[in-house]
Nanobody, 124 residues
């Protein structure tokens, strides 16, 4: 069973930056997708960013394009989400998700493995 552990959340002022990390218990040699989702209170969980692990194609939600960057460190089995120019609307619990197919899906049902989530709060 793959385990994902997120870290790096916290409280930051608008305009600030945070870097989230997602450590996976297993290394994948396949070109599967790994993504970040977020869920704000009273809202559905939404896709934020994703990448294919081998080809490293990246995908972003329009709301974060140009501000967030997803990347990976193969040696550490870790995927990162660098978040810059944060806004109060970015406040949410952020989840790491790992797929088992060779694409980056934008729906929660595309991912069988999830982390526990990390809170990001952006104050105005």
């Amino acid at each position: 069973q793959v385990q994902l552990v997120e870290s790096g959340g916290g409280l930051v002022q608008a305009g600030g930056s945070l870097r989230l990390s997602c450590a996976s218990s297993e290394y994948s040699f396949s070109n599967i997708g790994m993504s970040w989702f977020r869920q704000a209170p009273g809202k559905e969980r939404e896709f934020v960013a994703g990448m294919t692990l081998t080809t490293e194609y990246t995908y972003y939600a329009d709301s974060v394009k140009g501000r967030f960057t997803i990347s990976r460190d193969n040696a550490k089995n870790t995927v990162y989400l660098q978040m810059n120019s944060l806004k109060p609307d970015d406040t949410a619990v952020y989840y790491c998700a790992r797929g088992n197919r060779g694409y980056v899906g934008r729906h929660v049902n595309d991912y069988p493995y999830w982390g526990q989530g990390t809170q990001v709060t952006v104050s105005s």
